[in-house]
């Protein structure tokens, strides 16, 4: 599944952005969706994710509160609703997908959980 990611850009301290994570694939229904960071000079960390009918959602404790995650299944999209944004939320922010034939009480944070990665997004918070 090929993945565009979206919705960046520049927003002051304590501000909002939405974050898109679109597919062109009829399947993607049956993909669990991750959002992960990578802001310069660290590792990639996740943030969210949710589960191929949105039911189960899980975020980092460092957004929980903050960041939202949904889909919406119809427009093959998830979202990432960032507010009270912070200057440590300034990253590239990259969507993951992995293929989940049964909903899944496992928590997928790591990297290696996700098999395809769209292209990432840049968000930057200024003070």
């Known amino acids: 599944v090929q993945l565009q990611a979206s919705g960046g850009g520049l927003v002051q301290t304590g501000g909002s952005l939405r974050l898109s994570c679109a597919a062109a694939?009829?399947?993607?229904?049956?993909?669990?969706v991750g959002w992960f960071r990578q802001a310069p000079g660290k590792e990639r960390e996740f943030v969210a994710t949710?589960?191929?009918?949105?039911?189960?959602?899980y975020s980092a404790d460092s957004v929980k509160g903050r960041f939202t995650i949904s889909r919406d299944n119809a427009k093959n999209t998830v979202y990432l609703q960032l507010n009270s944004l912070k200057s440590e939320d300034s990253a590239v922010y990259y969507c993951?997908?992995?293929?989940?034939?049964?909903?899944?009480?496992?928590?997928?944070?790591?990297?290696?959980?996700?098999?395809?990665w769209g292209q990432g997004t840049l968000v930057t918070v200024s003070s």
């Open positions: 993951a997908a992995r293929y989940e034939k049964y909903i899944s009480t496992s928590v997928f944070s790591a990297l290696n959980d996700y098999y395809y």
């Open positions: 694939d009829r399947t993607f229904s049956t993909y669990a």
């Open positions: 949710i589960s191929r009918n949105g039911e189960r959602t």
